[in-house]
């Protein structure tokens, strides 16, 4: 990103494959055509990882290399995950999808936390932000225990509590960051999260999601969240 803050001309070509692809992998996944979506979706967030990577070489630090560990790992999630519904071994895919995204969700979450600043969070100056987050794990994780297979409990447990001290680490930033970036970081986390819990829902509770073709929604939901982490943590690193 230029020091005017300006996006580059090569990173606004990839900023522009990034959202053709998004429109071909909706399509495809609209349609179910597999082929389509085994092209397009280890792509999606490449590009996003690498517009980041590009755009903010000039301003190395833990934040960016934090935020760009997440997009390297989401890639990996994205891929894994692909093969969950091809029958034998989704359940191991499963859980390798699970792994990767958890591990992008730590480096998301040392990101925020490794942000620089002389203020003091807002979590940390009103610890009662915190309970509405506790609460909501507790109660997610205890809906969906008994659904959930046993050998996958732990996981989903182990992830969905990294997913929360995510959300709880950004909402920390408020204060820090200038208003339009932590908005466009605090809509990242509910795209996140929405999506992830239709995830969850589609695999574990088919009968509660019964539109159409959950996974355009999954899909779309997603790649907004992906790319609001992208553009705001840019943003973001131009203050520091």
Not at 60 to 71: A, D, K
Not at 154 to 176: D, F, Q, R
């Amino acid at each position: 990103m230029a020091e005017s803050g300006k996006i580059s001309s090569l990173g606004r070509i990839l900023l522009y494959f990034f959202f053709f692809l998004c429109g071909l992998n909706l399509w495809a996944e609209y349609q179910v055509y597999q082929q389509l979506v085994y092209l397009t979706k280890p792509l999606l967030v490449s590009m996003l990882a690498l517009f980041f990577y590009m755009e903010s070489k000039s301003h190395p630090g833990r934040f960016r290399n934090f935020i760009l560990g997440g997009l390297v790992f989401s890639v990996f999630g994205d891929t894994f995950l692909m093969f969950v519904e091809q029958g034998s071994g989704s359940a191991q895919f499963f859980l390798l999808g699970l792994g990767s995204f958890l591990i992008a969700h730590l480096f998301y979450l040392s990101a925020f936390l490794s942000y620089p600043g002389r203020k003091k969070g807002y979590c940390s100056r009103r610890p009662q932000v915190f309970l509405p987050f506790v609460l909501f794990l507790l109660s997610y994780n205890l809906y969906l225990w008994p659904v959930i297979p046993e050998n996958l409990r732990i996981p989903v447990v182990l992830y969905s509590l990294a997913i929360v001290s995510m959300c709880m680490s950004c909402v920390n930033l408020y204060g820090k960051l200038k208003n339009d970036i932590f908005i466009g970081l605090f809509f990242f986390l509910f795209f996140f999260l929405f999506s992830d819990i239709i995830i969850v829902l589609y695999n574990f509770c088919p009968g509660l999601v019964s539109f159409v073709n959950p996974r355009v929604l999954i899909m779309s939901t997603y790649l907004l969240a992906q790319f609001l982490i992208s553009y705001f943590a840019l943003k973001a690193i131009k203050l520091v």
